[in-house]
């Protein structure tokens, strides 16, 4: 019987447009969109930022190196932040209605810059309370060791936590976990697949 829930972030209850990012960034910065966009996607700065490895004052440093801006660190937490978009992909009242029956967590690639972002901005995440964050355990999905530390925290067995996530190599990884997990498409593909598995919630 599930017990615990665990929710991606990212195009998952919060979606997300680096080019948008991009866009704001060549207000500030001599490079193309094509060079912005290579070093918002570089998977290494990503990473060690996203595993910790890296403090938010030292990404910074980092990245208006690479990019050769010059801006403060309030105006580049803006346009690092300009990457999620407005409405949410899960609704309050989907939400709401799991949480009546379930304890829900968030697992989630991220960095200290966005979460913060996301969570002054994103009212809806009031309703997940309980956080693993790659940044601040050290390691990301989809290593076997994050869904270590998942199955720690939710305090149950993993047969008995749920989990959602756009990427299929994270929900491979949390099925070889023994996790229940489910590629995440919309909503409402969300939710026939969570009442072909027995979970509960109001319609």
Known sequence: ????????????IIDFDHSRAAQELLKVTPLSLQEAMAVLSDSELVSEYETGRLSAQD??????????MD?????????????????PLLSERFLQALQRHYR???????NEIHFDFVVENYPILRLIEERLLSYQAGCMKPEARIFELAIQKAGVAPESIFFTDDRPE????AQRAGIQALQFQSESQLKRD???RGIAFAN
């Open 71 to 87: 801006v403060s660190m309030e105006k580049f937490r803006q346009l690092w932040g300009s990457m999620f978009l407005p409405q």
């Open 170 to 173: 994270n929900i491979e990884a």
């Open 104 to 110: 829900l967590m968030l697992l989630s690639n991220t």
């Open 59 to 68: 990404h910074y440093r980092k990245v208006c190196r690479r990019l050769q």
């Open 194 to 196: 969570m009442q072909s």
């Open 1 to 12: 019987m599930i017990q615990v829930i665990y929710f991606d972030l990212g195009k998952v």
